[in-house]
C-alpha cells in the first residue's frame, strides 16, 4: 500500500498568490516525520520542511508552511506569494519509528506535484 | 562546501555491462542511502548503510550492490545491467545517529544512468 500520497501531478498558479500541495500519508506508527522537498529543473534536491508527529505547531519556514492535519494523516505545503523560481517538483516523504530502529533510517517518498508559476 | 558528491553526472551503458557509481560526503553523517528516480515513481530506496561497516536492502534492491568503504564513502555497483535499471540515481546522508529524529536527507546532484 502507498505510504505517501500525493494525488495532483500537475498544478498552475498565478505569480503572488499562494498555493496548497496535498500530501496524505498512512502509519500505524505513532512517531514519525514528514518532509517536503524541492526539485528544480536543474535536478537536485532541495530540503524545505519538517514536521514531527508529536509537534504541537505547524510547521513554518519562510514562505513554506505545513498544513498538519494529524487525525486526517495529511501534511500539505502553503506556499505564499508564489515566485517564479518556486516553478518545481514538490516532493512528500515520510519517516518512521523512533531513532533507533530499523525503519527510522528510510525515507519514503511520493510521487510528486509538479508546480507551475504563470507571470 | 561539497557536501554529498557523486560521480559520475551521466553515463550510458549497453546491456550486461557493469559500473560503479561513486558517492562522498563530508558532512561526517552516520547514514547514506542510494535512491533511485522514475518517472510518476518519486523516489525509491535501494540500500542504506545506517553507520560504517553496515549495509541494509531497500524497496527495489534486486541487481545492485553496494559497499560502505568508509564513514564518507558508499558506493553502488551495477554488475549486470539492464535497460530496466535507466534511472536518475542519488545518493543521500543523513546523521540520524547523533542529531535529533527530525534529520533530513542531504542529497547529492545525482547520476543520470542510460542502460541501451
Known amino acids: 500500500a502507498q505510504k505517501i500520497t500525493q494525488t495532483q501531478p500537475g498544478m498552475f498558479v498565478q505569480e503572488k498568490e499562494a498555493v496548497t500541495l496535498d500530501c496524505t500519508y498512512d502509519?500505524?506508527?505513532?512517531?514519525?516525520?514528514l518532509f517536503w522537498y524541492k526539485q528544480p529543473s536543474s535536478g537536485e534536491m532541495i530540503f524545505l520542511i519538517y514536521?514531527?508527529?508529536?509537534?504541537?505547531q505547524n510547521a513554518t519556514e519562510g514562505r513554506y508552511s505545513l498544513n498538519f492535519q494529524k487525525a486526517r494523516k495529511s501534511a500539505n505545503l502553503v506556499i505564499s506569494a508564489s515566485q517564479l523560481g518556486d516553478s518545481a517538483m514538490y516532493f512528500c516523504?515520510?519517516?518512521?519509528?523512533?531513532?533507533?530502529?530499523?525503519?527510522?533510517?528510510?525515507?519514503?517518498f511520493g510521487s510528486g506535484t509538479q508546480l507551475t508559476v504563470l507571470p | 562546501n561539497a557536501g554529498v558528491t557523486q560521480t559520475p553526472k551521466f553515463q550510458v551503458l549497453k546491456t550486461g555491462q557493469s559500473m560503479t557509481l561513486q558517492c562522498a560526503q563530508d558532512?561526517?553523517?552516520?547514514?547514506m542511502y542510494w535512491y533511485r528516480q522514475d518517472p510518476g515513481m518519486g523516489l525509491r530506496l535501494i540500500y542504506y548503510s545506517a553507520s560504517e561497516g553496515t549495509t541494509d536492502k531497500g524497496e527495489v534492491p534486486n541487481g545492485y550492490n553496494v559497499s560502505r568503504l568508509n564513514k564518507r564513502e558508499f558506493s553502488l555497483r551495477l554488475e549486470s545491467a539492464a535497460p530496466s535499471q535507466t534511472s536518475v540515481y542519488f545518493c543521500a546522508s543523513s546523521d540520524l545517529m547523533t542529531s535529533s529524529y527530525n534529520s533530513p536527507l542531504h542529497f547529492g546532484n545525482g547520476t543520470r544512468l542510460t542502460v541501451t
Open positions: 558532512m561526517n553523517h552516520n547514514s
Open positions: 516523504a515520510m519517516r518512521e519509528g523512533t531513532r533507533y530502529s530499523g525503519s527510522a533510517r528510510q525515507l519514503t
Open positions: 502509519t500505524s506508527d505513532p512517531s514519525y516525520g
Open positions: 514536521q514531527g508527529s508529536y509537534d504541537q
